[in-house]
């Protein structure tokens, strides 16, 4: 995987064939994700910079198709002028990108969905976007409540139990599933 450009505006990216995006409140796991899922430490470090975090960062995979970072929602302290134009960053992104062929929302599977992460579900629902719930942190809930965690992570997104992804950046669970799906959903 490879770092391409950031931009903070949609018409500002080179055109891609087909795209899967990343979303998801800040702190949900989203660069480790990414770090994990392209096997190199220096891209979580790419979409780490700062001011990057705030811009949509594309990415190309080395076998075809690319990847969009985008920030995360949620940051609360900031001021609504800014939120704003986040959001209407993400929206603008989401609803004229050619080729985005799925959006993957990042919720924490340690705390469940949040607010806005039920609001950005029903957004995209709203707008027929396709999408797919990974949940983050897989190795934070003890073995013993992860049966029980999924059902609720899954009830929460109004989804079915097996249409959860679960994984973990840390201990690399789910990510090679991921992947595989990322590659499918690529074409
Ligand atoms: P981002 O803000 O969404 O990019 O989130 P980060 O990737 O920076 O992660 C936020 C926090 O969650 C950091 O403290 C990470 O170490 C932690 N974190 C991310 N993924 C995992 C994981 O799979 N397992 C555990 N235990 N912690 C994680």
Redesign the pocket.
Known sequence: MTFVISGDHVDKLPPTEAEVAIV?????????????LSGRRKL?HV??TPGR?RLLNLFRLDEGGSMMDLP?YGYAAAPKHMRDKWGAMIEGYLLEREGLEMVVV?VDGEIGPTKLDVQMLEWLRSHDLPHTVVA?????VKSSKRSKRKQELAEGCQLDVGDVVW?????GVGIDRLRGLILRWLG
């Open positions: 998801g409140r800040s702190n949900v796991g989203k660069s480790s994700l990414v770090n994990a979580a979409s780490n975090t995360g990042l983050t942190k897989h190795d934070k994984v973990s950046a840390h201990k």
